[in-house]
């Protein structure tokens, strides 16, 4: 079956580490996403890829850092920088161009300990 | 840019009544309106969508309507199950410089009283 897949479930972190979230998808979709979800704020855009070595900065981007090396995987990276990276982060993939809905995976719950 | 409000941020309904959840965009521009389900600890799931060349679109016991004029839209679930209970977002999507631009909403929780 195609789908899109998130690991782990769930990742603590101590304070002053970096830690990196893994999403791989086989659907063939060109673009993918990463989202950030707080509660009572929706969901939130951290970094998004259209193409393979193309990515640019969502709304949320400081303190993290992402790759796509290839067209099936878009890693986030959560570095130390980031000052509350406590939440649900939530990858997604989309067929190019407009007009697609997403697949979402089911989440990264981060925790800093 | 573009600002998604949602309403109600929660909603409780008997198990066969109906539940509304309304939208509002201020982006003209904004051309595809999704909906999605997530259900606790998952991530969320497309349940419907509707394009601005449309009015209404339905899926079973789930509808969406949208007014264009107004800048708003509705999702609409009819004979609630308690299946039905889960967090709903909303969405608009624009194209800005070939990327799907989506703003969500905050979402709301909807709860299915057996």
């Known amino acids: 079956d195609g789908g899109i897949t998130q690991s782990p479930k769930y990742l603590f972190r101590k304070e002053g580490q970096n830690v990196t979230l893994s999403c791989e998808q086989n659907l063939n979709h060109d673009a993918m996403y990463w989202y950030r979800q707080d509660p009572g704020q929706g969901l939130r855009l951290i970094y998004y890829?259209?193409?393979?070595?193309?990515?640019q900065k969502g709304d949320i981007a400081e303190g993290y850092s992402v790759s796509r090396e290839k067209k099936e995987s878009f890693p986030l990276t959560v570095t130390s920088a980031q000052k509350n990276p406590t939440a649900f982060y939530l990858c997604?993939?989309?067929?190019?161009?407009?007009?697609?809905?997403?697949?979402f995976g089911s989440g990264t719950r981060l925790t800093v300990v | 840019g573009e600002n998604v409000e949602q309403h109600p941020s929660t909603l409780s309904v008997q198990e066969g009544d109906s539940a509304v959840i309304k939208c509002t965009y201020s982006d003209s521009a904004s051309n595809y309106f999704p909906w999605y389900k997530q259900e606790l600890g998952k991530g969320p799931q497309l349940i419907i969508d509707?394009?601005?060349?449309?009015g209404e679109k339905k899926d079973q016991r789930i509808a969406v309507t949208l007014n264009k004029t107004a800048k708003h839209f509705s999702l609409h679930i009819t004979e609630t199950q308690p299946e039905d209970s889960a967090v709903y977002f909303c969405a608009a999507s624009l194209n800005s410089g070939g990327y799907q631009k989506v703003t969500f909403g905050i979402g709301t929780k909807l709860q299915v009283i057996p």
């Open positions: 509707i394009r601005s060349n449309v």
């Open positions: 890829s259209q193409i393979v070595n193309d990515f």
């Open positions: 997604a993939s989309a067929e190019g161009g407009t007009h697609y809905g997403y697949t």
